[in-house]
């Protein structure tokens, strides 16, 4: 088979490709050099004014921006911490162990809407099951009505979804290291906490990358 009838069976799937991505960037880059008007049908080209005005001018822009840089690193560094955490102990030989993996990824499974419903009774001012308990101590936050608690739940939801990604990959990630380096720090004497430190943080550190990567980039599109 030569080079021409090769790129016959691979057109199809470059033509779907075109399709679904490179032509919305090029669309989009587009209309970002272009002034559009609804009134006045038809794009003008600008070149870079609207970038000019969006970093210089537009103060929405930078609180919107660090607002989301906030939440995404905050969200995905304890969505990290708590996936690792829980991945370990699933690694290890403990009881009901297949149980827990299937647990841990109910989150994940849950729809929108359910969830939605779920959380938004969880936190109501008066029948919700937390409020209940702060009401012990004479305190009745309100969760869904104040701006600052109001991000806290938003953190509180989307870390309890999407921890168990987390914790998928990073325990695909430790089933898949290499025993050597464990036998060698066990006959050295190394503790489990340097062994942790020592061996399974570093192999680890590929595919860590990969998944806060990963769930940077989702969490960043929280807006949608």
């Known amino acids: 088979m030569n080079f021409k009838h090769k790129f016959v069976f691979l057109l199809p799937g470059l033509l779907v490709l075109i399709g679904i991505l490179i032509f919305p960037i090029v669309f989009t880059v587009r209309l970002s050099l272009s002034s559009w008007d609804s009134f006045f049908p038809g794009l003008d080209f600008i070149g870079l004014d609207n970038y000019i005005r969006l970093f210089t001018d537009d103060q929405r822009f930078w609180e919107s921006f660090f607002r989301l840089s906030f939440f995404s690193i905050t969200t995905v560094f304890l969505q990290y911490v708590l996936g690792f955490s829980l991945a370990l102990m699933v690694w290890k030989d403990i009881i009901f ?128």
Request: hydrophobic share 60%; glycine share 4%.
């Open 97 to 224: 162990k297949r149980f827990f993996r299937v647990l841990f990824l109910v989150p994940m499974m849950t729809t929108p809407v359910i969830m939605t419903v779920i959380w938004r009774t969880f936190f109501h001012e008066s029948l919700g099951p937390v409020n209940d308990f702060f009401g012990l101590f004479g305190i009745t936050p309100l969760w869904l009505s104040d701006e600052t608690l109001a991000k806290v739940t938003v953190i509180i939801v989307e870390v309890w979804q999407w921890t168990p990604f987390m914790f998928l990959l990073l325990l695909a990630g430790l089933l898949s290291l290499p025993k050597e380096p464990f036998l060698a720090a066990a006959i050295d004497g190394a503790s489990p906490l340097r062994k942790f430190i020592y061996v399974t943080f570093p192999l680890m550190a590929p595919i860590s990358i990969g998944a806060i990567i990963i769930r940077l980039i989702e969490a960043s599109k929280i807006m949608d």
